[in-house]
């Protein structure tokens, strides 16, 4: 995409830099559209379609809009898998999208030999209260609302080497919609914000960083992890995308204290519905992690901080 013209439409106030794209309508009111689907990252297909849900809305929260409503995206191999199947994925889908407050009113669905599903989002946001990903200040804290490893575990779930537990809570992280946490984030008043997806945590920090103009550095000890996640990628059950992160951030992220390589894969694991990352005035860290807590996403933590200096540079500390 960056090698395409940007549109010159002043009604597009953010465009492909950040989750989703925004469109003002009117001085009070702009759209917020995204779209994202993936193929099957756990067996059950009916909790494949609800966590895909939560991953596709997510977006539209990351950015302080509301979702109103979306469209399916299926591609399905009919010869191979039984209907009921795709119906066992739409069916989590629709359950998620009900909890969500968001009505899908129609899709599209493609013959494929790999099954994928998703969702085009559409929502609204005023366009004075977006919440991007370009304006996080030195001194803020940041606060991470999800434990990471959900790459990890998928993967271990697909060489069926994840323990039964392991699978569960990751399962149960994926589900979590990021609604709750957006609407607290907004009422506390943060800086800036990114949901965390393919590129790792320390990739959309990056992101975050570069578009700020500042740097950040992150504790890597009081990063929260899934159960079983880092001794997973100490055994190296990572996904292929893990090294093709740290590879792209060999110019950015020092670590400071030689991290091993289990906290490096987990730091740069790419995540299916991953929670978001906050930039926080530190006054306020404080509330936003206890509402966040008190909200039921207890393994929310204050994971790093925004340094003003050196600009687009991440210390990984212990
Ligand atoms: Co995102
Ligand atoms: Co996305």
Request: net charge negative; with cysteine; proline share 7%.
């Amino acid at each position: 995409m960056k090698k395409l013209p940007l549109p010159d439409d002043p009604n597009v106030l953010v465009g492909t830099e950040d989750d989703a794209g925004i469109y003002r309508l009117s001085d009070e009111l702009a759209l917020v559209a995204t779209t994202d689907f993936f193929t099957p990252i756990v067996d059950d297909p009916y909790y494949f379609g609800a966590i895909a849900v939560a991953n596709a809305l997510s977006d539209v929260w990351a950015m302080g809009g509301r979702p109103l409503f979306a469209l399916n995206l299926v591609a399905f191999p009919e010869k191979e898998l039984p209907l009921e199947v795709l119906q066992e994925i739409l069916r989590g889908g629709s359950d998620k999208a009900r909890e969500a407050g968001v009505s899908i009113i129609g899709g599209h669905t493609i013959k494929d030999p790999e099954p994928k599903y998703g969702l085009a989002v559409v929502g609204v946001i005023h366009p004075d209260k977006i919440v991007t990903s370009g304006r996080a200040r030195p001194g803020d804290r940041l606060i991470l609302t999800k434990p990471l490893g959900t790459g990890i575990i998928s993967t271990a779930i697909k060489f069926g080497r994840c323990p039964e537990a392991a699978e569960r809570r990751a399962v149960e992280t994926m589900l979590v919609l990021n609604k709750r946490a957006a609407e607290i984030m907004l009422e506390v008043g943060v800086s800036a914000c990114k949901d965390i997806t393919g590129f790792g945590l320390l990739g959309h920090l990056r992101e975050m960083v570069a578009r700020s103009g500042v740097a950040a550095k992150i504790y890597a000890s009081r990063v929260p992890a899934l159960p079983h996640a880092l001794e997973l990628a100490a055994k190296k059950i990572i996904p292929g995308g893990t090294k093709a992160n740290i590879k792209s951030l060999a110019e950015t992220v020092i670590y400071a204290n030689g991290q091993s390589d289990a906290v490096k894969f987990l730091l740069n694991d790419p995540q299916t519905s991953g929670g978001l990352l906050i930039s926080v005035p530190a006054e306020r860290a404080a509330l936003l992690l206890d509402k966040l807590q008190a909200a039921g996403l207890e393994e929310a933590q204050i994971v790093g901080e925004i340094l003003p200096e050196p600009a687009g540079k991440i210390v990984v500390e212990d």
